[in-house]
């Protein structure tokens, strides 16, 4: 069993920043690759990154690329999302999720495909 907590969510202004942090304990965290994942109000959960567990791949939703960064750190049991150039469409819940991978891959865009996840933390962007 993995045990997934986010925290870092809040209320921002357009254009300003957050991070978000996804704890785990329980299994070594080591061996799962990441995603996070985000729902808006009346909306379906939408894909928004993911990250390898070892060798730093990462990939990334059109919507948010070259504005989000998904990172990890393996001995803190934590992955990261730095969100940077915040819109009111990020507005919603978002949650992280693992999956059992080998090394270096990635578990993808597909909610199924995760075997853990968290309570999520909300995240509000006014204008």
């Known amino acids: 069993q993995v045990q997934l907590v986010e925290s870092g969510g809040g209320l921002v202004q357009a254009g300003g920043s957050l991070r978000l942090s996804c704890a785990a304990s329980?299994?070594?965290?080591?061996?799962?690759?990441v995603g996070w994942f985000r729902q808006a109000p009346g909306k379906e959960r939408e894909f928004v990154a993911a990250?390898?567990?070892?060798?730093?791949?990462?990939y990334y939703a059109d919507s948010v690329k070259g504005r989000f960064t998904i990172s990890r750190d393996n001995a803190k049991n934590t992955v990261y999302l730095q969100m940077n150039s915040l819109k009111p469409e990020d507005t919603a819940v978002y949650s992280c999720?693992?999956?059992?991978?080998?090394?270096?891959?990635?578990?993808?865009?597909?909610?199924?495909?995760?075997?853990?996840w968290g309570q999520g933390t909300q995240v509000t962007v006014f204008s």
């Open positions: 999720a693992a999956a059992y991978r080998p090394p270096a891959v990635l578990a993808g865009a597909r909610i199924g495909e995760y075997e853990y």
């Open positions: 329980g299994r070594t965290f080591s061996s799962y690759a």
């Open positions: 990250i390898s567990w070892i060798g730093g791949n990462m």
